[in-house]
Structure formats: C-alpha cells, structure tokens
C-alpha cells in the first residue's frame, strides 16, 4: 500500500522555466491537497480538490495551477517558475478529515 | 477564519524528560483537532486528533494531547521523551463538519540531548 506518491522528489528549475508535480494516491479519497512548506511559515494551502475534475485555491495559489483529471491524480503546474517559488512541496489526500502526506518534493528555483 | 499558534519555535528536552507542546487555536466553533509529526525529509503522520468527546486523546508513539476549550488549547504531552522523537511537530485545525480544510501552525521543532 504506498499512500501518497510524489514525483520527482527533487527538482532544480531556472526562471521562467515550467514544470509539473505529480502527486498520486492509491487510497480512493475524494480530497486532495497541494502544500508548499518553508521555513518558519508551516505548511501553507496552495490549490486543493474535493473530486475528480474539481479544484479549488487555497491561501498562496499565485503562480500555480492544478488538474485533478483522475481521481487518483492531483497535478501541481508550475508555468514560470520564480526564485519564490522554491519550496518543499507536499501533497495530501484526506478522508474524514486525516490527511496523507506524500514524502514531499524540493524545488529550487535559481 | 480560523488559526493556529504554536508559541514555541524551538524546544530542547533531555531524553526521559516530560514534554510539553503547546497550542493554541481560534475558530467560532467546536474544531476538529490534529497534531502532525515531521522527521527530517519526511512527510507529516498524524499522531493523534480530537473530533468530539474525551478531551483527552492518546496518540501513537505514547504521545496525548488535551483540548481545553476554555482556554482553546490543544497541547501536546509525553512522560517521557526518547531520542527517536526529535522532530518538528505541527498542530493543525479544521472545521467540523463540511469541506475539510485544514490550517496548520508554523511548527515546533523538538531536538532531544542525552
């Protein structure tokens, strides 16, 4: 049973380069999650999806966009990538409101 | 909206010493409560939540936590500390009921000397 997947978990981008975090969950949740975590900020909500085909912004959703196409599936886009926008990553699926957090994914952006 | 505050950044115990984590919440209701461990380049696990009833809850790895509503609190608390629980812990809040959003605090990071 592997949770929460995160793809890649490791990524260094230049500005204005895009890219796309994967994040797939093997558990059938409805609810899904995009996080970026920073130092002294905790975890803040960027995009999230309450089912298949539906998303949502969180607090901190400037410069990104999602997809929830499957409902196994929760992509993170990245169309521009800005120096501020290097982060830890975590996507979370949750039922019955426990979240399950994939392993996280660091992006540095130079 | 809803918050969370955990007033302590940094905390340093000595292994076998009892450990207090605290956490404060505002939110209009009765919230649904969580604490969330993070060891180093890990992902968050739930250690213990508080949804309604015995408001003291008991948790994995020997850790309980206590809701006090009066003082909106939701502390963290373990007899004994072992090395193996150095970690950042995070204590979290989500309304009761409808779409389940969940706000987290900034953390507090556990570091255990022997």
């Known amino acids: 049973n592997a949770g929460v997947t995160q793809t890649p978990k490791f990524r260094v981008l230049k500005t204005g380069q895009s890219m796309t975090l994967l994040c797939a969950q093997d558990?059938?949740?409805?609810?899904m999650y995009w996080y970026r975590q920073d130092p002294g900020m905790g975890l803040r909500l960027i995009h999230y999806?309450?089912?298949?085909?539906?998303?949502a912004k969180g607090e901190v959703p400037d410069g990104y966009n999602v997809s929830r196409l499957k409902k196994q599936n929760f992509l993170l886009g990245l169309e521009s990538a800005a120096p501020s926008q290097t982060s830890v990553y975590f996507c979370?699926?949750?039922?019955?409101?426990?979240?399950?957090f994939g392993a996280g994914s660091r992006l540095t952006v130079l | 909206a809803q918050s969370v505050t955990q007033p302590d950044i940094h905390i340093t115990v000595s292994e076998g010493a009892s450990l207090e984590l605290r956490c404060n919440y505002s939110?209009?209701?009765?919230?649904?409560l969580f604490w969330y461990v993070q060891s180093p380049g890990q992902g968050l696990q739930l250690l213990l939540k508080?949804?309604?009833?015995?408001?003291l809850v008991q948790g994995i790895k020997g850790f309980e936590a206590e809701f006090k509503r009066s003082q909106s609190s939701f502390n963290l608390r373990k007899p004994s500390v072992h090395w193996s629980d150095a970690a950042e812990y995070f204590c979290?809040?989500?309304?009761?009921?409808?779409?389940?959003?969940?706000?987290f605090g900034t953390g507090t990071k556990l570091q255990v000397i022997p």
């Open positions: 979370a699926s949750s039922y019955l409101n426990v979240l399950t």
């Open positions: 558990m059938n949740h409805e609810y």
């Open positions: 999806s309450v089912g298949e085909g539906t998303t």
């Open positions: 939110y209009g209701a009765t919230p649904y």
């Open positions: 508080y949804f309604s009833g015995d408001t």
């Open positions: 979290a809040v989500a309304p009761s009921g409808g779409y389940q959003k969940v706000t």
